[in-house]
């Protein structure tokens, strides 16, 4: 194992287990730029993680094992999925391989034990929350792996680590594919972490939650994994996305530096995004993921059609 | 049958009260509107022969309002006739005991029972189920607790829980001087403060046979044009926010807190408490304020002006608008609905331009061009609303504003002498509220309140809100709530 896989993996666990909460306290802080207030620091959602660590958890009666179980379910199935984040196109071997669609099962999986916890309990916001969740899944992970098959054309392989080598070889970008799968992911990225338009996650009203709504049932230290949860998963997502689709030649610590620049960048984006626009209906969700899926099969056709694979 | 009528200028006229037996209670309410009167509430009291029923209606030159003794503590229902008397029928039942013959079932209103189905509608149905939000929220909310009955994400019908903090400030008031009276309605609610006040202190007038002169006029349709300027500003925001949508919201939070400053500048309170006396008016505004005012009330304007604009470009926002909590013209009638509410459905009433109390002249109802009832368009009106504030506010400020009074006048001369103690009389006052119109009567008994009775703008738009509700989907609830931004201190006082 080469000094670079090495730092590659110190990057997957300090980055991934650390830098979550300040991706989120770093989109807060330029939304409230945007809208004229100060905002809190980007190290709030710290505090707050710190503040919930300390408090004893309140458990609704009655419960099972399910309930119990699914914070620390939903937080290894993410911790997981930190590990097959490919760094720099390297990555170390942990013995679970780098599979994309291993990372789109574990995503999957986290969110079904926080649906299955939310069915435990039967808070009316909870499953309310968990059933529009696994209503939009159903489109999000469809066209996740569809960006992800998009992607996967070029190397001819699902492996992470493929996928992303590929994506630093110029003639990529001459592929109308790869330019359509771009779009594909922001979408998706959109969608798995929960930001406007297709969810508010700063929103008080219970009513209008998705990805929230489960949640409000933990508190103390469950609460901690779930949101710790939540914010690492806006790292997967970017840092998949800097990797997949930004142009990332040279030597390792350029490519640590264009990754650097480029979860920051998504960050802004992201924030700005949520600034500009409203909160969609939910029932038009499906129709916005739906022509994302539809205009990544229009990138696999042409990319048929011109034979990309020969 | 005894009526009093008497009658001079149209709308300053005392109302004229109608005495009836129990038993033609009913009818004297059906002929009071096949003569064109606009049912306005309906309270309960108690009167010398036991439990009383009275009923409010506006006709175009006088309110006339119909009493009738119910011995038995019954009486029959008007609810049939009347849609909106639903809520004022479950109100006086819970807080007098009066029954109502023919309303089947009367859910509790004020009263809290635990077992559901006394206050909530009986949903069938295998897929059914129900949602309970409050009466504790996230935000902050007052206290209301709203029950959905739903279907997936369809709303089949909202059972509303309010009255958690019901003060009884009208029975309070009883057996106080009027002055007294005015503080207890001053308490009502914060951002109604000045219509609920002005309501009180004209149906005291109109009681005495009192008419305000041209200062007062000037002074108290300045104050409720600075109440709404507030209001409208807010409810704009909020609807931004609503969606999700912070550059609206910010801005429009912005535009409230610059008005509220205003308020605090040109009366000594942001939410323009204790503005508003008996009789008169101490609001002293200088030639080189009132410029002041209007400057910032015209920078104000033009900005408000710049950033509605881009809310129309704003797709994402107006997406979202636009057949949501949609109300028809006929249900808006039906129920009873008022101000922005009502106006949206195309409906052309507004108290302001039937108010010669106050200083409207040649005043035109907003409308729209569509009218389609929905958030949308309850978003369209408030903001023509705000253009007709900007410009009556400009005019009102074009002189210095100096304290008033008020003349006798408003009836017949010798029917009335100002001043007597040992005068009795029940004044009604109509005032256009932010949320619509309010209706303050008011019983004086030698300068004493002997029963006052609010019926404000949200008291009439609760029940409308549960019908526009309906076949709504359960995430927009929140939205189609701040389209109507009802006040729950309103309906607890």
Same mark, same amino acid.
């Given at each position: ?310 | ?327 028809? %013209? !006929? ?6 609905? +008022? *101000?922005?509410? $009502?106006?949206?459905?195309? #409906?052309?009433?507004? @108290? &302001? ?93 030698? %300068? !004493? ?6 019926? +404000? *703008?949200?008291? $009439?738009?609760?029940?409308? #809100?549960?019908?526009? @509700? &309906? ?23």
């Amino acid at each position: 194992m080469s000094g670079a896989t090495v730092a590659a993996g110190a990057v997957q666990l300090v980055g991934g287990v650390l830098l979550g909460p300040a991706i989120v306290g770093l989109i807060q802080q330029v939304k409230a730029r945007l809208q004229g207030r100060c905002g809190p620091s980007v190290l709030q959602p710290y505090r707050e993680l710190r503040r919930l660590w300390g408090k004893s958890g309140v458990a609704p009666e009655p419960r099972t094992l399910i309930y119990t179980l699914a914070p620390a379910v939903a937080a290894a199935c993410t911790g997981l999925a930190l590990l097959l984040l490919p760094i720099a196109d390297l990555a170390p071997e942990w013995g679970l391989g780098h599979d994309a669609l291993v990372l789109v099962g574990l995503l999957a999986l986290a969110r079904f034990a926080l649906a299955l916890a939310a069915w435990d309990t039967a808070g009316a916001f909870g499953l309310m929350g968990s059933a529009r969740d696994l209503m939009l899944s159903v489109f999000v992970e469809g066209l996740l792996l569809l960006v992800l098959l998009l992607f996967a054309l070029p190397p001819g392989s699902t492996d992470l680590l493929s996928m992303s080598h590929a994506a630093t070889l110029p003639e990529v970008w001459e592929k109308p594919a790869h330019w359509v799968a771009m779009i594909g992911l922001c979408l998706v990225v959109l969608a798995e972490i929960g930001r406007q338009p297709v969810d508010n996650p700063d929103t008080h009203l219970e009513l209008t939650m998705i990805h929230e709504g489960p949640l409000l049932e933990y508190a103390g230290r469950e609460l901690v994994y779930l949101q710790w949860s939540a914010a690492a998963r806006h790292w997967i997502m970017l840092v998949l996305a800097c990797e997949l689709a930004f142009p990332h030649p040279g030597s390792f610590a350029a490519q640590i530096g264009v990754l650097t620049g480029g979860v920051l960048a998504l960050s802004v984006a992201l924030a700005v995004c949520e600034t500009v626009q409203a909160k969609m209906g939910v029932l038009r969700v499906p129709l916005l993921l739906g022509s994302g899926a539809a205009l990544c099969l229009l990138g696999l056709a042409s990319w048929l059609a011109v034979g990309g694979g020969g | 049958m005894s009526t009093r009528h008497v009658s001079i200028v149209p709308g300053l006229a005392p109302a004229a009260v109608e005495y009836v037996r129990a038993r033609e209670w009913r009818m004297a309410c059906e002929r009071q509107s096949g003569a064109g009167g606009r049912f306005c509430g309906l309270f309960a009291g108690r009167g010398p022969m036991g439990l009383q029923a009275n009923c409010v209606f506006a006709h175009a030159d006088q309110d006339h309002v119909v009493c009738a003794s119910a011995p038995g503590g019954e009486i029959d229902t008007i609810v049939d006739l009347f849609a909106a008397a639903e809520w004022d029928e479950r109100e006086a039942h819970d807080c007098y005991g009066l029954r109502f013959d023919g309303h089947e079932p009367l859910r509790s209103l004020i009263d809290h029972p635990a077992e559901p189905d006394a206050w909530t509608v009986p949903i069938h149905g295998h897929d059914a189920y129900r949602v309970a939000v409050g009466p504790i929220h996230a935000g902050v909310i007052e206290s209301g607790h709203f029950l959905f009955a739903v279907v997936g994400e369809r709303i089949l019908h909202l059972d509303l829980r309010l009255f958690y903090k019901h003060r009884g400030l009208q029975i309070a008031a009883e057996g106080r001087s009027l002055a007294e009276g005015l503080r207890h309605v001053q308490r009502v609610c914060g951002a109604c403060a000045v219509t609920n006040t002005v309501a009180y202190a004209q149906a005291c007038e109109s009681a005495l046979g009192f008419t305000p002169d041209r200062q007062l006029r000037q002074a108290r349709t300045l104050l409720l044009e600075l109440e709404r300027l507030y209001n409208h500003l807010n409810d704009i925001s909020a609807i931004c926010a609503g969606v999700g949508f912070a550059p609206g919201a910010t801005a429009f939070a912005g535009f409230k807190e610059r008005a509220q400053r205003l308020n605090q500048r040109l009366s000594g309170h942001r939410f323009l408490f204790d503005t508003v006396a008996l009789g008169a008016s101490t609001l002293r505004i200088g030639q080189a304020d009132a410029l002041a005012a209007r400057e910032e009330l015209a920078a104000l304007h033009q900005e408000e002006g710049r950033v509605w604009r881009e809310l129309q470009f704003a797709a994402s926002l107006q997406d979202r608008l636009d057949g949501v909590g949609a109300l028809t %013209r !006929a249900d808006a009638e039906r129920l009873g609905a +008022t *101000g922005p509410v $009502a106006r949206a459905t195309g #409906l052309r009433h507004d @108290t &302001r331009s039937e108010s010669p109390r106050l200083a409207y002249r040649s005043f035109t109802p907003a409308t729209l061009l569509r009218a389609t009832g929905d958030v949308s368009a309850r978003l369209n009106v408030r903001q023509i609303e705000l253009e007709q504030t900007f410009a009556i506010l400009d005019q009102l400020l074009s002189s210095r504003v100096t304290p008033g009074g008020v003349k006798p006048g408003g009836a017949e001369p010798g029917d009335f002498k100002p001043g007597d103690a040992a005068l009795t009389g029940l004044g009604v006052a109509r005032v256009e509220s932010p949320r619509g119109e309010t209706v303050c009567v008011v019983k004086t008994d030698r %300068r !004493a309140v002997e029963r006052l009775h609010l019926r +404000t *703008g949200s008291y $009439a738009n609760w029940p409308v #809100l549960v019908c526009a @509700t &309906r076949d709504n989907l359960l995430p927009d609830f929140p939205l189609i709530n701040k389209s109507f931004e009802l006040c729950y201190a309103c309906v607890d006082r």
